[in-house]
């Protein structure tokens, strides 16, 4: 029941490049959409997040944009480091303590 | 203030036996969620508990069951044991928002 699809696998960047990594869902009522982090030994931890009504959130570095009418949304780092080299899962929710991850893409930033 | 806490790290059990992981979450967080992770199905939403209520639940077998005390505090257990159990399980603690905060979970392997 894979509700959220995440593309790609896996993406290896050049230092100060951009990263990208797009998310699609399937059910409209989802309403919480947070990227997650995870470095390997490690939990997940939350980097951003958006709400349907907003297209786009920056915080640092890392920005979601967020398309509604396609139910797709997508993180982008700019200038990406060597320590941004983690796997990172979108998810969605419309229950907040249930979020839907998607498959995870695994980062490798080249110095 | 301390973050969310899972124990043990590491388990092994056998098939057919059955185990009982523990998460505390972070103090003045009410609900509490689990989360199974395998390199196959990814994360997978197990069920949340807020205030000792279960207040939603993943697709799961029955084998899988969880409660929540009065400090908030929770357990997950899993009986008759499969090979396909072995995974990390995570929990998340959040308080009344939408930020979800994970543990570094317990890696269970069956053997």
């Known amino acids: 029941q894979q509700q959220v699809k995440q593309s790609p696998q896996s993406l290896i960047v050049q230092k100060g490049g951009i990263s990208i990594i797009n998310c699609a869902y399937e059910?409209?009522?989802?309403?919480?959409f947070p990227w997650y982090q995870q470095f390997p030994g490690k939990g997940p931890a939350l980097l951003i997040a958006i709400r349907p009504d907003v297209s786009e959130k920056k915080e640092g570095r890392f920005t979601i944009s967020f398309n509604k009418s396609a139910k797709q949304f997508s993180l982008h780092i700019m200038d990406s480091q060597p320590g941004d080299s983690a796997t990172y899962f979108c998810a969605a929710s419309m229950f907040v303590g249930d979020m839907r991850f998607g498959a995870g893409t695994r980062l490798t930033v080249k110095p | 203030k301390a973050g969310v806490t899972q124990t043990p790290r590491y388990l092994i059990k056998t098939r057919g036996q059955q185990v009982t992981l523990s998460c505390s979450p972070i103090?003045?967080?009410?609900?509490v969620s689990w989360y199974q992770q395998t390199p196959g199905q990814g994360l997978q939403f197990l069920f949340e508990y807020f205030s000792e209520t279960q207040r939603n639940k993943g697709n799961f077998p029955g084998r899988f069951s969880g409660r929540q005390f009065s400090n908030s505090r929770s357990e997950m257990n899993v009986s008759t044991l499969e090979l396909g159990d072995s995974a990390l399980y995570l929990c998340a603690s959040r308080s009344t928002g939408t930020e979800a905060f994970f543990g570094q979970g317990t890696r269970l392997t069956v053997v």
């Open positions: 103090s003045g967080h009410r609900s």
């Open positions: 059910n409209t009522a989802f309403d919480y």
